[in-house]
């Protein structure tokens, strides 16, 4: 099994191939991550665990770029049978005073590339009628967070899309995954947390562990779930906001084949 991880040089995405190799011993890895020295530690690290992966340095952000990537992840290990994309940067400042720059940036990584790279490997998944998809969205794409306008509103656009994909492909052998975190710790989390001042609610904020945010994802994976919320108590938020997407993706008309 190929697993194409993006942003798994550190965080989440590492304890994700950890949780990954425990169900599926013999996969294989194709790494994208900017951090070039993290990524060549983790791949040492599986290497020396015995377990075949490809390290590819690159921001995610230069889009037209990454059909390269992934050819050259097919060179490497083959047909890509699972895309976790999971890379991102929190940057928490108001609107007024991040330049725009910034917050294209984050709308890059977070939704532009993943749509990009989906756009890439689908294709052959739904060719051989099988295949997965995992992406990462998070909490902050639900609840209207201060200093989030573009960080919220990227991670809403790619649970969003991830969301409407899998009603579409679901009768096709492949399965999508939308995951909302909540607060993990990680170095995301504890940058993003140095953007707010301290007051009651932010001293008791749930805060989960990546470990075990990455051994529900891929138990949920398995049991074909189609979203994740971690930890347990921003699921109920969540879903104020599923039902109306679910009453519009069962009663909507089917769009038309081409
Ligand atoms: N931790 C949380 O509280 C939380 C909550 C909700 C959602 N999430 C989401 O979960 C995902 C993983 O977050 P995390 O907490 O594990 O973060 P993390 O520990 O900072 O790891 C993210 C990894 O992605 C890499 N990356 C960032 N920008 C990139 C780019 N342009 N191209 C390629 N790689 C890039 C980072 O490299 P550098 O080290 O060089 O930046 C880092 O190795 C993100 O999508 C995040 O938005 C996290």
């Not at 990454?66 to 050259?72: A, E, G, T």
């Not at 928490?92 to 989906?118: C, N, Y």
């Not at 739904?126 to 609840?143: F, T, W």
């Amino acid at each position: 099994m190929h697993i194409f991880i993006t942003g798994a040089a550190n965080g989440i995405g590492e304890a994700t191939i950890d949780a990954l190799l425990e169900k599926f011993s013999s996969a294989i890895f194709t790494i994208v991550d900017k951090n070039e020295r993290a990524l060549q530690q983790v791949c040492e690290k599986l290497t020396r665990r015995g377990v075949k992966n490809h390290g590819i340095a690159c921001d995610l952000t230069e889009i037209e770029g990454l059909p390269d990537v992934v050819r050259r992840s097919r060179a490497a290990l083959g047909e890509i049978d699972l895309l976790v994309n999971n890379a991102g940067v929190m940057i928490v400042e108001d609107f007024s005073t991040m330049p725009w720059q910034r917050g294209k940036m984050m709308l890059d990584i977070h939704f532009t590339a993943p749509m990009r790279l989906i756009s890439e490997i689908l294709p052959a998944m739904l060719a051989r009628g099988a295949g997965g998809i995992i992406n990462v969205a998070s909490m902050a794409g639900k609840a209207l967070l201060p200093g989030c306008t573009w960080y919220g509103a990227s991670k809403a656009a790619i649970g969003h899309a991830s969301e409407i994909l899998q009603g579409e492909v679901k009768d096709k052998g492949i399965h999508v995954l939308t995951v909302y975190p909540g607060p993990i710790s990680t170095d995301l989390e504890r940058s993003a947390r140095a953007g707010y001042e301290e007051n009651w609610v932010s001293r008791f904020t749930p805060v989960g562990r990546r470990e075990e945010l990455a051994r529900r994802i891929v138990k949920a994976y398995l049991a074909k779930d189609t979203v994740l919320a971690y930890p347990g108590i921003y699921d109920s938020a969540r879903h104020f906001h599923s039902i109306a997407g679910w009453v519009v993706q069962t009663f909507a008309p089917r769009t038309k084949g081409r």
